[in-house]
Structure formats: structure tokens, C-alpha cells
């Protein structure tokens, strides 16, 4: 029989949709033992807050956040809320032994991740943060692969996350929608918000960067802010583009931009090495590039897999090949890899500590942006 | 508040995972005013059926059809099992005055199909059949836009679904999970369970099929049961192609096989018009291919139209742009018309009637592959 | 020390302008022993001639085909006029002992071809027909890899040719540039013109067809004469579809069309066999996709081979890998064929006697659109 | 009547090979008022030049190219020999008066490049340097629509060139197939090989470059001289990856590796305005995709412009709709434009002085990859 966990939501965004549904369909398809409940759900705006918590059926609501960390029937917290906020709730969260699941970043700067680190580290409480797209299974694929040597030696990562929904100046800043632009509440702007998803499924496949140069750009410099009308500076970086050298000698490239017109949220990779070379985006997300140099020269290419097979990570719980899945369902697979970490006792990654490293390379592009140096991590 | 809406479930395979899925999720994305319970399922394998009634929270099994469809606590009856007994628990479900939701085809032939359209609609209860690739955002909006003339006069439609899964002769036939190749079962081959998707999306989309005629072959002509280990011959058709003229002139061309090694449910389709062509393939679903004639000479070219912003079909209730959906919203959105539907009163197609007409013309295929005669319809 | 071979052009149009510029190419690249001349070139509009001779550095022209034909210093006829004059021609120059080289289709039915074939067979000279897209390189390695059995058993075989250049109703038919839609020059609309094409490569690839059936269609019934204005009744096949069965078993579907809005020349073709398919399009003619089945299953997909490497057909006279070559190529790489053909005594094929089969098959295609029953081949 | 212009060919490579096809296709094509013609070529290696002069028509060899540059039936002299030998040539070509056409880079650094450009201009002769891929009819296109405000203020300029053919260490440095691994013959790696023609097409489409920081990396540390078989240091750039600011304002990145597994030629350029977005890539040289904002939001996309049209840059020219070219047409429509500028007085770009900037900028990019630091332009 399986076992209960309780959910507390901290939010009623975007993610907390995203998470929401990976809680209430997880135990459909993957048999853990555990079977989530969407407990309760806290945040300040009680009409938009009712709305989610109605949607989703949770079966109670707080209004603030404190009082959902303070409840004994609650199990885990999960944080969807702006990055501001997590360092505060994950440690109060982590102090009442709850377990806690933060939205990416971890926090707005490894000086401010470091507390959280502990908090959770000295609780003993499972943490992880929702960097979903390793379990996007095409992905999960190339870690494997790699990890197996099929690629053998790496000479050359790269990866790109463009977006275009800022290039407009009547875009403004601050408020609910909007805070990504404001650095106060999201540290940084594309670096934290993009490249970071970028960087911590490259330390992932391809281990810890050692040093990285970096260009930053804020291409349209005042933006109003949503609520008050208020012309403010644009505090964030619009642009980021980035050359790294990985420990493994291997170079990397990381670019991301909120000015790129055509592009939603193209997230690519590219993995180059002695043998082959993997390459996936994140718009055509079940297809993996793969090369083999290994294949008879006559009709070696560059193979577009369907990674819809039962043989596929996560895709054996799914339907039948040649039938896709979305983007919800990376967060599904990172909510089974939780439950199935609490029943191994082998936490799922990326905990606190291991998102730690990916807030300090993002804390290094901003530095280096500035200053123009190579930085050495 | 929403009514709750209770479901008796017919089966435990594939489908009955991806329908109750839909029933599932539905309200946590569409406020239609209803909310699906999972009320019953009934199959006749009792070990089979209590694990996915515990893995999708069903409050209560049923070992006869015949006894779901006898509960007064029931609304609504989906039909999940092999095409053979579509017909008698349809129309029981209706004569029990109950909502009824068949999986494609409705029947294995029209003779089958017409009680059942008469038993739904003597009994006044809504009905649907589950060809769920209408609710493919890209397919919704070729639908729309064909309808609002933007392609203007029609010339072609094509459309193919590829397979390879019964290349083998070791596949056997029958029972449980190939019963698709058991003629009995199925009614045909290829051409019910796949031609049958891609005509009811060219008639929805480009009308009414005047005449046609068709191949038919079965490469391999004798299988083993998958129970009995007897050799039998194997009555259904393999592959199928069709060529066909519409009312509106244009002429169509479909093709249907399980034996195109490197596809696994490659259901593609194309139109082409005076002024533009649409091209979409399930294997890539999000993705619209549009070739708009009026473009500039210059810059005309095919677009690949990543379907996933808020003003396309259903997308205003999912994520954000750029981030994909996968082939089981296709069956949540067809929930949502259908509960639309029973809110405004006009029902969510295809109705056991619309869809009966496909499966007289999957009859004229089949009839054509033995005559070698065109078959007017 | 290469030999000369004086070549005497009958035409001046596209065809001719593809065919001099393969004549003059071809000894850069392939070392055959030959060195093509540009001798003469013969029509009867005396400006259009003069300019083209003088672009190409033709050493002469005539204004008769027949005094060209009756020239001593001339080795081959190459024949690059509209259909209804090959026959005329050929023979002609057969019998005067030249070798004979006919643009595509051979005739403009079988009856027309079959003497054409004798007059070769009997004067005993070397011919042959343009088919030249088995010349693509990334065709030939198809016909090479499905000839040694790289794909096992073949089970399906499908091609199309679209293009959209007559969807105005406002085209003329007949004169110089238009004379394909005149049915007198042409012999049949798409089926002569696109689909031979697909019959060419097919047979060749695949084997002979045993039977068909056939859609035809007109979908403009009258143009007007280009030279004389006058309204006429339109004679040819706007549109044809094809369904055929192979002597070897397997299945073939094959469509054209001018009214496919978007396509300009989509000759794409497909076979599938048991242990691998192959795909290629006209659009992207130097990648090749090929599905490999005995690739582990994991990283089991469609492989894109650009075919450019030194060890692909004909691509070793060429760049480097990587770069890509054009549509003349395959006339480049046909020429080449023929003199290495001249020096080995074994014959460049489609000869006349092989394309007087792909003749055959499209009177067939022809007459069953007619009939709307089978024909046997 | 077309006026004689006299080529003098330095070399006999690959390089030689695809301008000797430019100058001897040319007029068939292109009525320029010129008709070029193979005089002479030039080279040490007796045997190779004999065989290269024999497959090509020249009239006449030389084994020195001093002899070439002072006979006075030579108009221009055409250098494709290793960087190293350049200057020498040019300038020794520019005080005979002759014309000067150089295989890019114009020279190992901007040092040697100076007197280069001093030379022409003294002479006042006719000088072009072969990037030949600003002539490739979509790059063409895309330098067009940008001048003429088609995507309004830029944002981003991203390009690489991939390739993987170094990756064995066996591969030596040296001599006549490898001169470009030994930095004396070459002045660098990839950087003036591969980056140089990213940089003369971005420049030639984007403007200036104001600044740049770059990463360079030699994998492989010592290989085998091709001739010697002694073990010495590799001196070149294998691979390198640079950030810059254009004075427009935009950002760039570029890289070029020898060590990406799967990638022969990949020449991809992609840049980002305001108002649309262009993307090309050399392996399918005939395709650009194009985004335009402007075009209604349900159906906005990337565009696959098949510029195969007779209104697309060069193709008027060339066949018809939908039948593409080459590779070496690029070098074919350079010559086009350089004798088009011999008539016309407005000479071709890129001079030799228009190409110094390029080579300005890659001894930017190997300074930077030594220091780490920013370089000011």
C-alpha cells in the first residue's frame, strides 16, 4: 500500500502549476510507494490563491507561507515563488524538518545559497531543486551515454537558451509577472533564469567547469515598473554569452539571450567527442541528434532518435513508441526519482548542495561580465 | 462549483490508461463546470484490472460490463476494449441511459455501427468516439483555418500512417496485446485501426469521400495464436492504400502499414490549396507546416509553426510558448469539449454518427482491396 | 590522350542548357578518355539559337535538325526538344550511324518508342535516354546498398513528384515554354513528365511492376493557346496517383502533381524493406536518410547522410566532405557514365529498350485513369 | 562580342581546382563581357601540374610562378597556394600590372597583409580576395534584406564552422595535403582557415567588429611532420571561440573547431533583429530559414526558403524552381561579380583591403586567446 507524503505549495504561478501536476500524476504511472497529496497551498493573494487551490484540489489554503511551514500534517515544502523568497522559507522550512523542494536557481547568489545548503544539510531533511531538464528522457539519455564512454573523449560542449518576450520596451518590470526582469527579486536576468538550466545539465554530463570568461549585455536600459509606472533602471543582464574551460579540457559555450526573435524557449545542447556527438533541443525535446563515427563511413550520419521507446529512461511508464510526450513530464520524472530517492535513501539530484555549484558559475558570468577577466572557479 | 461526473470504465489496456488520464487531469486545466470521478472499472482479469484501478485511484471495480452498466452511481460508460465488443455494451450503455464514450472505430464494419448510432440516439444520451488526433492543436488549427478559407480552393489531401511493429512472423495474433492482428476481433487491419484516424481527420477537415479504390495485401499469411500456439491464416490487411476522390473535387490519397521499418506511428497528413498547404505528422505534433503562397515571392518558403502560444487551440490553458505538449492532451482535450458540450448542449464531435461514416468507408476499402473496383459512397 | 567527341545539340531550352553544360564539364572531373565538343547545334528559331550557341561556344548551328543529322563531323545527337519530335530524330540519326541521346521520356507512348528502340538496336549505336536522377549520388548509393541486400525483403516503395507551377488558370498551354501542357507535344501531362521519373528510379531500385491502378485528373479544363490565344480544351493529366504491385511482391504507391502549392520539385521517394529504409527528396537531393534496424535499440533512428564524402558515388571528383553539388550534377555524372560506357562496350543505362518500360507504364497509368479498373504489365 | 581575360593559376589543388571550374564556367552563364580563359598555370610539382593542367584545358604551364606573373599574355593572376607564399605573389603580380585574385586569408597576419593591400593599390589593379561565401544566393539574400531594414536594430550575431577531421592523432602537419596544422605555412588554425570566413560574412552583413575576447585550445599537442615523420609541436589553433561587441551594437560569438564529431563543413550563421530573425547553414546552402515577427501570431514561424528562385540573387542564372546548386557556384557568381566589376568600374568585394579587416580581427582572436583579455578593434 502506498504511503501518503503531504505537499505544501508555497506559490500559485507558473511552476506551481508545473509541480502541482507532477505531484497529482506521478503515482498514475510510477509505482514508489508513495502517493502525493496536495495538502495545502500558501501565498498572500487570496483570490488568486483560491483559483489554483480550487483548480488543483488542495484541500486547504494559508495565507502565509509561515503558517504552512508551522503545520503538522505537512511533509514536504515546495517553493515557487520568486528568488528572493527561497533562501527565507527553505531554511524556516528545513528548520521545522520538513522536507524542501525549491525552485531553480537555488538562490540569488552562492553567498546566499550557502545558509540554505546548511539549513537543509544540518535538518537532514531531503532537498532538491527543480532543474527538470535532466529528466527530459532524451537528455537522461545523453548522461547515461556519456557516462557509459560512448563518446569517449570530450572536446567541445555547448549550449544555448534564447528566448525573444522582452525585446519590446513597453515590457515592463516588478510585480508577479514580470519579476525575472527586476534584479532585486531574481538576482540576475538570463544568467539565473536561463544559462542556469544550462549549466547545471552541463556539470551534470560533462563535470565542473574550472574557469569562464563572459560577455553581458542590458539592451534596453529603463523599463516601468508594472505596478507603480515608474521608469526604473534595468538592473539585470538581457544577454549573457559565455566561453568556459571545463576540468576535463574540454571547451564550452554558453549563450542566452531574451532578444533572440523566433525563439520561445530554445534550450539546445551539443556534446562533441572522439567517437560521436549528441545534440538535442528543447523545442523537438523526444528527438536526440546522435553521431556515431563509430557507423560504416557510406552511411554515417547524424541519426534523429524518437526517444519514445520502452527502453528509453521514464519511457517505459509511458505509451507506446512513437508517441510523444511534453514538457510537464520532466517534472513528473524528477518528482518519481524524489519518491524513489526517500525509498532508496539515495537522494535524487540535484540536491541544495550540488545546485550550489551552478549558482556559483552563474555568480562568476556576472563578475566576469563586469570586469572582462577570465574567473577561475 | 463544478458537478461531478462519474465514470465506469471498460477495460484496462492502453487506452483505458491514456482515457483515464484525460478524466483525470481535465479539471486541473479546462473549468468546464464538471469534475470527472473515477468511479468503476470493470474487465473480466481481475489481477489485471485491480492494478491499474489502484494505480488510477478507481473507488471500485466491476468484474461484468454488464454490472457497471447496471449501476445507478454510474454517468457515463468509456468503452476500452477490442472492437469486437464495442457494439453490445454501447448499446446496452445507452439503453441503461447512460452517457456513452467508445474507443475507434465504432464498430468492425457500418452493419455493426448502425444499432449503435440508433441505440445512442433513441436513447438521447451523448455519445462520442474517441478519435482523439482532432485535439491535436496543429490538426485543430488546420481544421479552422481550412474552414475560414485561408487555403482557398483544395486540390490534394494525403495522408499515411506508418507502423512497424508486425514485421516479425514470430508476432503472434490474438488475445490480450495483439489482438489488432485477430480479424475476429479487430474487423480488419491497418485499415481500421489506422486509416480509420486519418479519414475521420480529412473528412472533419476537407469533406465527405465521393468514391475511392484501394490495395490491400497481408505480407504474412500465417501466424501463431497467442494463446493456443495454433498456426492460423491472418485475415487482416497488412498494409492498405487508397485512392480517392472527395465531394469537393480534390482528389486524396491514403496509405496505411505496419511494415515501414523506422516508423512507429508516423500519422502524417498534408493539404494543399490555391493559395497555401498545411503539413503536420504526429511524431512531431507540436509543429505546423504552412506554405503560405501569399507571402512575398522572396521569403516564401514552408514555416514550422511551433504550436504551443496561447492564441492557438488549447494552448491558452497549458504552459508558456516554446514548451511542448505530448500525444495524451490530445484525449484531455477531448474531454473538455465533450464536458462543454454537455454544458451548452451542443455535442462534442464525432458523435456515433459522425463517426459511423468512417467506418463505412474503412467497408469500401476493404471491399476494394478484394474487387479491385472503384466503390462509389 | 583523350579523345574527341563531337556532340550536335538539337535544342536550345532548359534541357539543352543542362545537357551542354554536363558535355562540357565532365572531362574537369572524370577522366574517361573522351573530351566532349561542342560541335553544332541545330533549331529553327535562328535568334534564340544564335544566342545560345554563343553562351555555351557551340562551333556552328543549323537551322535544320536533319542537315545536322546528315553531318559527318558529328559523333552523337543529343535530342532535347518536346516530346512529339524524339521519335522523328532518333531514328533518323540511328540511321545515320550517330549515336543517339534522348531527353526523357523516350516517347510519347510505347507505339512511339518501339521503333525508336529498333532503330538503335539495329544501326547498332550507342544510346540512351536522360533519366537522370539515378545520377544523384545519394540515388545511386540506394539502388547499390538495396541491390546487395542491405535492406533485406522490400515491402513498400513510394514516390511523388509535386510542383505548382499550373495552379493559374491564367498559364497558357503550347508554344515553347509551355508546350508541357499541350497533350499533341507532350503525350500526357504529370505522367510523362514527373512520374516517369519515379518509374525510372523505382524499376531500377526495385524491379518491374506487374499491375496498377490509376486516378487521373484535369483540374483546369481549358487554357488558352499561348501563340494563338485561342480558348482550348485541356488534354492533359494535371494530377495522376498511382497504385502499383511490384514482381517482387511488395507494394508501390506513386502521386504527381503541378497543384501541390509550395513544391517546386519534390521528387521524394521512400522503401521500406525488412531490415532498413531508405528516404530521399530532390529539395535536399545530397542527404539521404536512411533507418537502420540493426542499430542498437536505444540510439535506433533515422540517420541524414549527406553524401559528400570521397567514398559516395561520383563524389570522389568533386570537393571535399561537407560540400555539397547541384542539380546538373547528375546530367555531369550521366555523361560520365556514358563514355565510360563507350569505353568498356558495356552500355550507360536507361538505354531506349530500358525506357521504353517506364513508356509502357505510364500508357498504363494513362489508361487505367481512363478505365478506373487494373492493368497487367 | 566577349573580350578575352587571360588567368594565370598559381597552384594546383583543391582550392585551384574550384576557381579554374569558376573561370571556365562563367560565360556559360553569366554575359559578362568577358570571356575568361585557362592561359597558364603555375607550380613546382612538375607531375600534379601537368595532370591539373590536363583535366582543365590550360594552355600552358610554368614551374615557377615568377615566369607566370612576367609573361605578358597573362591579365590576371590567381593565387591559390599556402598562406605563406601570398604576399610574395601579390605583390609581385600587382608591380607586373596584373590583376590579382588571392585565396583568403589575404595573409598570416595584418602585418603581412599591409604591403599586400599597398601593392594593389600602388598598381592600382584589379584585387579580390575568395570568400567565396558571401556569393551563395541565401547568404547573399540575407546581406540584402538586412541593409535594407528587413529586421530592423540587430541584437545578435551568432556563426560557426565545425568540422571534424583532425581528430586523430595521426593525421600529421605539413606538406602539401596538411600545410594548414603548421603555423608557418598557415599563420594560424582554424581562426584564419574557418573563423576568417565567418568573420569576412559577418562584417560584410553586420558591420565592424568594436571589440572581442577569444578561447583557443591546441588538443593535439605534437604530431608527425607528413614529410620529415619528425614528432614536432603543434603551433596552430585547433579549436577557438570568441565573444564581440559590433560598433552596431549587437553581440556576436563565433567558434571553429577541426574536433566536432560529425560535422564536416558547418558553416552556420544565424542573426537576430527586432523585427525577424535569419539562419543558414552550409551544408544545406540552398535552404534559409527566416523568421518574421511581422506575419499574424497563430501561424509565425521559422520559414525553409528554398532560394532556388529566378527573383532569388544569382539564380535567375542558373535552372528552375526548386533544382538547386553547389558548392563551387559560389566561386562561379564571384567571378560573375569580378568581371562585372571590371565593366562596370565598381570593383568586387572584398578587395584585398576590405579583407585586411578580417585578418586584423583573427590576429585579435589568437592575441586574445594568449592574454585571456579583451582586445579593442
Redesign the interface.
Known amino acids: 500500500m502506498s504511503k501518503a507524503l503531504n505537499i505544501g505549495m508555497v506559490g500559485y504561478g507558473?511552476m506551481a502549476r508545473?509541480h502541482?501536476?507532477a505531484w497529482?500524476?506521478v503515482?498514475?504511472?510510477f509505482?514508489t510507494g508513495y502517493r502525493p497529496v496536495l495538502k495545502a497551498a500558501a501565498a498572500r493573494n487570496a483570490s488568486k490563491l483560491r483559483h489554483f487551490a480550487g483548480?488543483?484540489?488542495y484541500e486547504s489554503i494559508e495565507s502565509d507561507w509561515r503558517t504552512l511551514v508551522g503545520r503538522k500534517d505537512i511533509d514536504a515544502i515546495d517553493i515557487c515563488v520568486p528568488n528572493d523568497l527561497h533562501a527565507e522559507i527553505a531554511i524556516a522550512a528545513a528548520k521545522a524538518g520538513k522536507m524542501v523542494l525549491c525552485e531553480k536557481p537555488l538562490a540569488r547568489s552562492e553567498a546566499e545559497g550557502v545558509p540554505m545548503v546548511e539549513a537543509v544539510e544540518k535538518a537532514r531533511v531531503p532537498n532538491m531543486v527543480w532543474y527538470n531538464y535532466r529528466r527530459v528522457p532524451a537528455v537522461s539519455?545523453v548522461k547515461e551515454?556519456v557516462a557509459k564512454g560512448k563518446?569517449g573523449r570530450v572536446?567541445?560542449y555547448?549550449a544555448k537558451f534564447l528566448?525573444?518576450?522582452t525585446?519590446s520596451p513597453e515590457v515592463p518590470q516588478g510585480g508577479a509577472g514580470t519579476w525575472r526582469l527586476d534584479v532585486d527579486a531574481a538576482g540576475s536576468g538570463v544568467t539565473g533564469d536561463l544559462i542556469a538550466h544550462c549549466l547545471d545539465t552541463a556539470i551534470w554530463i560533462n563535470g565542473s567547469i574550472a574557469s569562464l570568461?563572459?560577455?553581458t549585455?542590458t539592451?534596453i536600459k529603463e523599463r516601468k515598473h508594472v505596478i507603480t509606472g515608474e521608469v526604473q533602471k534595468v538592473g539585470i543582464d538581457d544577454?549573457a554569452?559565455v566561453?568556459t574551460?571545463f576540468q576535463n579540457?574540454s571547451?564550452g559555450?554558453f549563450?542566452s539571450?531574451r532578444?533572440?526573435?523566433?525563439?520561445?524557449?530554445?534550450y539546445t545542447l551539443e556534446i562533441?567527442?572522439?567517437?560521436?556527438?549528441f545534440a538535442w533541443d528543447?523545442?523537438?525535446?523526444n528527438?536526440?541528434q546522435?553521431?556515431?563515427?563509430k557507423?560504416d563511413?557510406?552511411?554515417?550520419?547524424?541519426?534523429?532518435?524518437?526517444v519514445?521507446?520502452g527502453?528509453?529512461p521514464y519511457l517505459g511508464k509511458w505509451?507506446?513508441?512513437?508517441?510523444?510526450?511534453?514538457?510537464?513530464?520532466s517534472f513528473i520524472h524528477q518528482v518519481a526519482d524524489f519518491l524513489e530517492g526517500l525509498n532508496t535513501g539515495r537522494p535524487a539530484a540535484p540536491t541544495f548542495r550540488d545546485a550550489l555549484e551552478t549558482t556559483r558559475v552563474c555568480d562568476a558570468i556576472i563578475a566576469s561580465g563586469k570586469s572582462?577577466?577570465?574567473v577561475n572557479l
Not at 272 to 277: K, L
Not at 290 to 293: A, S
Request: charged share 20%.
Open positions: 507558473f508545473a502541482s501536476n497529482a500524476d503515482a498514475h504511472f509505482d483548480m488543483w484540489g539519455l551515454l563518446i572536446f567541445h555547448r528566448q525573444d518576450w525585446i570568461t563572459a560577455m549585455e539592451f544577454a554569452a566561453l574551460r579540457g571547451l559555450t549563450e539571450t532578444y533572440a526573435r523566433g525563439h520561445k524557449a530554445l562533441n567527442g572522439e567517437h560521436g556527438s528543447l523545442h523537438d525535446m528527438r536526440l546522435w553521431f556515431d563515427h557507423v563511413g557510406q552511411l554515417r550520419g547524424w541519426s534523429s532518435v524518437l519514445t521507446d527502453d528509453h505509451w507506446v513508441p512513437g508517441l510523444i510526450i511534453g514538457y510537464e513530464h572582462g577577466q577570465w
